[in-house]
């Protein structure tokens, strides 16, 4: 008996919780049975009860109202005033005088009442709901008197596999049950195909991703509009000598730049235009001496893996200069090559930043204060400007952030305004400056978020080192 008691407390928790996460074994319809009945009955309420003490609301009233009447408001005083006094007016019990003196009057309109709502109620009471007429329990219930409570209860029977203890079930067929054959003897868990599984390892978007699509929607909150930067590969022309960089430049050299063997060369150019870059490096211009040496269309023609996304700006700013001139802001994230060394501070591949504003009259401190906006937007606030060389920017500005998890200063990007020379052989109007700046995609995301936060930016655990300790972006080369 003790057990079997044990069992239905078990099961009444159970079926007792609103929100059941784990059918108990005991519960299961094996062990045993369970048969749900239910069953109604009328109740008074706590007002249905005073009725039966008192007397209902409308007889209460009649009872107070003497014979020469009682004035409204003092009747509306009473506890069942407002009540008894609709009831008893629907019943044809009292009258209301609104000529009386001194104002409406309540008057009795019968001599005596029978107060049936009140023999009803007893009735209930008294266990005879059903000798009421349905419409009855209906009115009584709509004046909140009477309630149907509904009775839940539990039949319980002993199952097939009734056991006042609960024996663990095996979830798995293992080769020692097979060797023993004690399988045999074990009890296993029925299958639950409706079961999750364990949710398989995903991929997670890259960091660096992540941070460029971070620094594409600052240039567009900026008002820039995106490069097309889909050729890696790129003529000599317009990586070198558009940007006004000599033929002997280092950069040019096979140790730091990835040449084509096929195709090797080039055969689409304006040609008004490599025209006056010919002569702008040979013999100068535009107030420029240039650079005084044989230029040689041949080295221009050389296809190349593209060293950065600058070429991309001279194009667009040459397509600028073909139409009439309006300010225009232009940015490109994309990747860039280099036959460097692979050490800790130089890789052959990584991404470049690029920003160019074309406007009238820019100043080197409006390239400095857009750097700030852009960088803030970033959430480096710390910067420092240092001036530097590039061949086709002057004046030029290398940008550095304060690392705190390095305590130093990290080079971020370089800068500068365009040189004429670059700018006036392609047409565009002598006023017009254009403001540049480039950086490389790795640095940035290692400085704003640091290797912890990289790691959790990939979603799990990686291996990173902090490899960043040089500059990886560098116009001049």
């Not at 509009?225 to 990586?239: A, G, L, Q, V």
Request: proline share 5%; glycine share 6%.
């Amino acid at each position: 008996m003790l057990g079997a008691h044990a069992v239905l407390l078990e099961c009444s928790h159970l079926w007792a919780g609103e929100h059941q996460a784990e059918v108990s074994p005991v519960c299961s319809p094996q062990v045993i049975e369970a048969e749900q009945r239910s069953s109604k009955r009328w109740e008074l309420t706590p007002e249905g009860k005073e009725i039966v003490q008192e007397g209902s609301h409308e007889a209460r009233v009649f009872d107070s109202i003497p014979a020469e009447g009682l004035p409204q408001s003092e009747l509306m005083k009473l506890p069942s005033g407002k009540v008894g006094f609709s009831k008893a007016m629907s019943n044809k019990w009292v009258r209301l005088d609104k000529n009386a003196d001194g104002g409406p009057r309540v008057f009795r309109a019968v001599e005596s009442v029978q107060d049936s709502v009140r023999e009803k109620l007893q009735l209930v009471q008294q266990g005879e709901a059903e000798s009421l007429e349905e419409k009855d329990r209906n009115e009584l219930k709509k004046r909140k008197l009477l309630m149907e409570v509904i009775i839940k209860t539990y039949w319980i029977r002993k199952g097939s596999a009734f056991s006042t203890t609960v024996t663990k079930q095996e979830t798995d067929l293992t080769p020692e049950m097979l060797a023993s054959g004690s399988w045999r003897d074990l009890k296993f868990k029925a299958y639950n195909f409706e079961a999750l599984g364990i949710m398989p390892e995903s991929g997670h978007l890259h960091p660096l991703l992540k941070v460029r699509t971070q620094f594409r929607q600052i240039f567009l909150e900026m008002g820039f509009t995106e490069m097309p930067t889909n050729n890696f590969i790129e003529s000599s022309f317009w990586n070198f000598d558009a940007l006004f960089q000599p033929q002997q430049h280092p950069a040019r050299d096979q140790h730091d730049t990835f040449f084509l063997q096929d195709p090797a060369e080039a055969t689409d150019f304006p040609m008004d235009y490599l025209k006056r870059v010919k002569k702008i490096h040979s013999q100068g211009g535009y107030g420029s001496q240039g650079y005084k040496y044989d230029w040689k269309l041949e080295e221009a023609r050389k296809n190349i893996l593209r060293t950065h996304t600058t070429a991309v700006s001279a194009r667009m700013l040459y397509r600028l200069a073909q139409q009439k001139f309006t300010p225009a802001k232009y940015f490109s994230i994309d990747r860039v090559f280099r036959n460097e060394t692979l050490d800790a501070t130089h890789l052959a591949e990584f991404h470049q930043i690029e920003g160019v504003v074309a406007d009238y009259g820019l100043t080197l401190g409006d390239l400095m204060g857009t750097l700030r906006e852009f960088f803030t937007k970033l959430g480096i606030s710390q910067l420092r400007f240092k001036p530097a060389y590039n061949p086709y920017t002057e004046p030029s500005m290398e940008v550095f952030s304060y690392h705190r998890g390095l305590q130093k200063w990290v080079e971020v990007g370089n800068s500068g305004i365009f040189r004429p020379e670059m700018l006036l052989p392609m047409g565009l109007p002598e006023g017009v400056s254009v403001i540049a700046w480039g950086l490389s995609l790795e640095r940035p995301t290692m400085i704003k978020y640091g290797i912890n936060n990289i790691r959790e930016l990939v979603g799990h655990k990686v291996n990173l080192q902090m490899v960043y300790d040089g500059p990886l972006c560098r116009l001049d080369s």
